[in-house]
């Protein structure tokens, strides 16, 4: 395997273990664990966002401020090297949000798209976007 090759397969095990984390996180409520996840970068929902660890607590909370419990499937990763120079790698999934009370339903389609550092494998932004919700909102 080229170097090369092996940077990019290197960056979709990190890449697909972060997603994970923080999907698994939410779907757990646990603030705590999503800024240990995401809480230095940059990162953008459709109509919130926070740039500093005290401002992913606060907007983690608020995030999850309901009753329900609910689950996050991700598919379709595709990692891609940076555009810059400085070691990062660009990245989109897929995703799709099960609202689970009283019974399971699709609520939301979406998409993430992350840029990460190599050097110490942390997500420097994430943006979340919606595609289609429940209610349309």
């Known amino acids: 395997?080229?170097?090369?090759?092996?940077?990019?397969?290197?960056?979709?095990?990190?890449?697909?273990?972060?997603?994970?984390?923080?999907?698994?996180?939410?779907d757990r409520k646990d603030v705590d664990a999503?800024?240990?996840?995401?809480?230095?970068?940059?990162?953008?929902?459709?109509?919130?966002g926070f740039d500093t660890p005290a401002g992913a607590e606060a907007f983690f909370g608020r995030l999850w401020d309901?009753?329900?419990?609910?689950r996050h499937d991700v598919s379709n990763l595709v990692v891609l090297p940076g555009q810059d120079a400085?070691?990062?790698?660009?990245?989109r999934a897929h995703y799709t949000r099960?609202?689970?009370?009283?019974?399971p339903r699709v609520h939301t389609f979406g998409a993430y798209t992350l840029l990460v550092a190599e050097t110490d494998w942390t997500?420097?932004?994430?943006?979340?976007?919606?595609?289609?919700t429940e209610d349309g909102g």
């Open 66 to 70: 309901f009753p329900g419990r609910h």
């Open 1 to 26: 395997m080229t170097g090369t090759r092996a940077a990019a397969t290197t960056a979709r095990h990190e890449i697909a273990n972060l997603l994970h984390t923080y999907t698994e996180a939410a």
């Open 98 to 103: 099960w609202l689970l009370d009283p019974s």
């Open 86 to 91: 400085t070691g990062t790698w660009e990245a």
């Open 123 to 132: 997500v420097r932004s994430l943006t979340v976007t919606r595609t289609w």
């Open 34 to 48: 999503a800024v240990r996840v995401l809480g230095g970068a940059r990162v953008r929902f459709p109509s919130d």
